[in-house]
């Protein structure tokens, strides 16, 4: 089995930034991806980010992108999420996720395991 602990999230003021980390342990996989995912109330859990096993390639949601910025450190079993510009509607539950295989994804369904959460709430 493999772990995924989330850390980083908190209260926000709008425009402000977060960083947030997970880290995985357990059953340990030479190729994996790494994604993040977030729900908010009412409403259904929707991809953000995802990078793949060699970091050479990552997926944004639209809302999201050029605002913020996924990136791992594999040594570490680490991916990060750097959350900049944040807005309220940025508000969720932030959920890491991992597939074993290299390719980075977007579909929930294709990723194996999945963190307990951090709460983000941005404040107007």
């Known amino acids: 089995q493999v772990q995924l602990v989330e850390s980083g999230g908190g209260l926000v003021q709008a425009g402000g930034s977060l960083r947030l980390s997970c880290a995985a342990s357990?059953?340990?996989?030479?190729?994996?991806?790494m994604g993040w995912f977030r729900q908010a109330p009412g409403k259904e859990r929707e991809f953000v980010a995802a990078?793949?096993?060699?970091?050479?390639?990552?997926f944004y949601a639209d809302s999201v992108k050029g605002r913020f910025t996924i990136s791992r450190e594999k040594a570490k079993n680490t991916v990060y999420l750097q959350m900049n510009s944040l807005k309220p509607e940025d508000t969720a539950v932030y959920y890491c996720t991992l597939r074993a295989g290299a390719r980075a994804v977007v579909a929930a369904l294709e990723y194996d395991y999945w963190g307990q959460g951090t709460q983000v709430t941005v404040s107007s």
């Open positions: 357990g059953r340990t996989f030479i190729v994996y991806a």
């Open positions: 990078i793949s096993s060699s970091a050479s390639t990552t």
